[in-house]
DNA sequence: TATTCGTGGTC
DNA sequence: TGACCAAGAAT
């Protein structure tokens, strides 16, 4: 069952998105499926903005999965640059290899085979098959996952893991027609980053702001389970950071002094380098001294 | 299901 | 100014 408000939403967003959306690389009819499937990489928990120079730069340097597939891990992860969470690098370098060993060397169209590969989860998956490939799938992502959260169930802001119900939604309002089933999720991506936002929604220039349960409800404020902050100074991910930066700025191997002095706490960073190491974006080349993969 | 995993911008 | 957050995935 669909409610009223929720059927009225398909044209003005689509209006909206047609006039307002940004031109982004990895849009529009040129773009590879390869070009795609790195933009989908890149921009997991990464804004936009700092996506866009790293994303030129590899497609400029690796044009195919295959180009990507014939160079050293430890390439892809200094190529990575600082876009964080560095195993993406590593992920995006393994899926082109496979795709390389059982996929002809083009990226695949299904979600099944998608979801097989290394890095890619349902969002991905799904973004991928629709985006570079028009194949119609729910793509349920934190922008979406917010936007109907607002405009259908009168939410501030989504539950923490995503609920049946949330998932029947956005089935029942994707378009039946691929093509228009792949531009309406695109577009309600772009409200998402673009108006409707977390915090400080723009709702004046929200297409949709007169059919919004959330607006017509007075804006009650999130009321779910409360959400643990990122802690960041002093953990183990700003620790593994100032390792692999300095092995990122660094031809070849660095001794373990340059190591030991981004990072005070013996323990801890002894701890943060082994773990690199397990996850092999860092090997250990000779005594004491470390190298990317 | 709950944690872990980078980095930098915003208000 | 520090809390919050950004097109998630793996375990």
Not at 26 to 35: C, E, Q, T, V
Not at 41 to 52: H, I
Not at 270 to 292: F, I, M, P, Q, S
């Amino acid at each position: 069952m669909r409610t009223m408000g929720a059927m009225d939403l398909h044209a003005p967003i689509l209006r909206w998105y047609d006039e307002t959306a940004r031109e982004l690389p990895w849009r529009g009819p040129s773009a590879s499926a390869w070009s795609v499937m790195v933009s989908e990489f890149m921009l997991q928990q990464t804004p936009v903005a700092r996506v866009l120079p790293v994303h030129e730069h590899w497609l400029d340097r690796w044009p195919t999965p295959a180009d990507l597939a014939a160079e050293a891990t430890g390439e892809a992860v200094r190529a990575w640059g600082r876009l964080g969470y560095p195993r993406r690098a590593l992920r995006l370098h393994a899926a082109a290899t496979a795709i390389v060993e059982h996929h002809g060397g083009e990226v695949p169209d299904s979600y099944t085979d998608l979801i097989a590969l290394p890095g890619i989860g349902d969002y991905t998956a799904a973004a991928i098959a629709t985006f570079a490939h028009g194949r119609r799938h729910v793509v349920l992502d934190t922008n979406v996952r917010r936007v109907l959260a607002r405009t259908v169930g009168g939410a501030e802001l989504p539950g923490p893991s995503v609920t049946k119900a949330e998932r029947e939604t956005a089935t029942e309002l994707l378009p039946e027609d691929p093509p228009t089933a792949a531009t309406w999720s695109v577009a309600v991506m772009e409200l998402g980053a673009l108006v409707c936002t977390a915090t400080g929604p723009s709702c004046g220039a929200c297409p949709v702001a007169d059919l919004c349960a959330w607006r017509a409800a007075g804006y009650p404020a999130y009321d779910g389970p409360p959400r643990r902050a990122q802690a960041w100074a002093g953990t183990d991910r700003q620790c593994r950071g100032r390792l692999l930066a300095v092995l990122r700025d660094t031809e070849g191997a660095v001794h373990q002094s340059r190591l030991d002095a981004v990072w005070p706490d013996d323990t801890q960073r002894l701890r943060c380098l082994e773990g690199l190491v397990e996850d092999r974006l860092v090997v250990r080349t000779g005594a004491g001294r470390y190298a990317l993969p």
